[in-house]
């Protein structure tokens, strides 16, 4: 059993920066395909970004060049560097590792909150 466990999740300004880690437990954590997904208040869950074991990387439209995902496979971490952050970024941040149809594994999230 995969455990997930975000950290970094605070309270910021816009324009402001902040690094959101993800720790994974176990020892397959190089194979999975790992992203953060986030969920806005009154909205749904939405893809944030995601790194592919082969870390082929993907963003949403709304933080392309804003936010970098990224992974350390020996510590068995994946983070999300973000920049520029908007009111519109604030959510909770949720790590997701997956692999097939037979690995779904949620982490409970961090929240992420940008205001002035």
């Known amino acids: 059993q995969v455990q997930l466990v975000e950290s970094g999740g605070d309270l910021v300004q816009p324009g402001g920066s902040l690094r959101l880690s993800c720790a994974a437990s176990?020892?397959?954590?190089?194979?999975?395909?790992m992203a953060w997904h986030r969920q806005a208040p009154g909205k749904q869950r939405e893809l944030v970004a995601s790194?592919?074991?082969?870390?082929?990387?993907y963003y949403a439209d709304s933080v392309q060049d804003r936010f970098t995902i990224f992974r350390d496979n020996l510590e068995n971490k994946v983070f999300l560097q973000m920049n520029m952050l908007k009111p519109e970024d604030t959510a909770v941040y949720y790590c997701?590792?997956?692999?097939?149809?037979?690995?779904?594994?949620w982490g409970k999230g961090t929240l992420v909150t940008v205001s002035s």
């Open positions: 176990g020892s397959r954590f190089s194979i999975y395909n």
């Open positions: 790194i592919s074991s082969t870390r082929t990387t």
């Open positions: 997701n590792a997956r692999y097939g149809v037979t690995v779904d594994y």
